[in-house]
């Protein structure tokens, strides 16, 4: 049950990069607005929705531009209206590449999106071409100080699919990304300290890259994330250790 990931290293990686790119309000803007248009506008009873608000309140964003959101995605409110899609690619190295993207304007994300593959030497797919590689899941990551044991205990008892060892010492509990809005909170009532959660979509079968496909594929994948339309990357890329302690050494 228990493993062991780089996955926070990488995730945390992002999000210092979104953070100092000024895009985290704007990409939790267009969650509200996406989450709200999927399902009712009240959080209560739409979980994709009732994440994007904690999201929101997390990253400290003032309630009436939460609420604002919610509106626009539940047809209340002004401003554009975004939709979901979810572009598929591979990146050299015969890297897989899902790129989930929120838009007013589908050939101008199509074209960016496009153009990202291109200058790194990797190809836009078609609908369905990587997509089956990859399973979503729910990522609900904790605290290093919580016990392990105890911890591990829990998220079986609520019927976690895996259980994580991070490298930087955090654990995290992998769920049905259906359920995990209901597993981080019982969690959370027993008392662990939750430091992040999302849905993500995990590949079932990595890919081993070496040094040069590794670098060019973080490259591509900063180039995505730079798109104003573009919510989240994710690869089958396996980096191994000691190509991604060179690769931070170069940063």
Known sequence: ????????????????????????????????????????????????????????????????????????????????????????????????????????????????????????????GTDGSVAYLFKRLGFCTFSELCDEDSLLEASLELGAEDFLNNDDGSFTTVTEWESLIATKERLVEKGFSVLDFEVVRKAELEVEIDFKNAENLLSLVDILEDLDDVQNVFTNAHIAEDILIKLSEND
């Open 1 to 124: 049950m228990a493993g062991h990931s780089k996955w926070a290293n990488i995730k945390h990686r992002k999000a210092a990069q979104d953070a100092k790119r000024g895009k985290i309000f704007t990409k939790i803007i267009r969650e509200l607005v996406v989450a709200s248009k999927a399902g009712t506008p009240n959080p209560e009873d739409n979980p994709r929705l009732r994440a994007a608000v904690e999201k929101a309140l997390g990253a400290n964003m003032k309630r009436d531009t939460i609420d604002k959101a919610i509106a626009r995605g539940a047809g209340v409110g002004e401003g554009d209206a975004y939709e979901e899609i979810v572009y598929e690619g591979y990146a050299p190295g015969g890297v897989a590449v899902l790129v989930e993207c929120m838009t007013d304007n589908r050939n101008r994300t199509v074209g960016e999106v496009r153009h990202s593959f291109t200058k790194k030497g990797g190809n836009l």
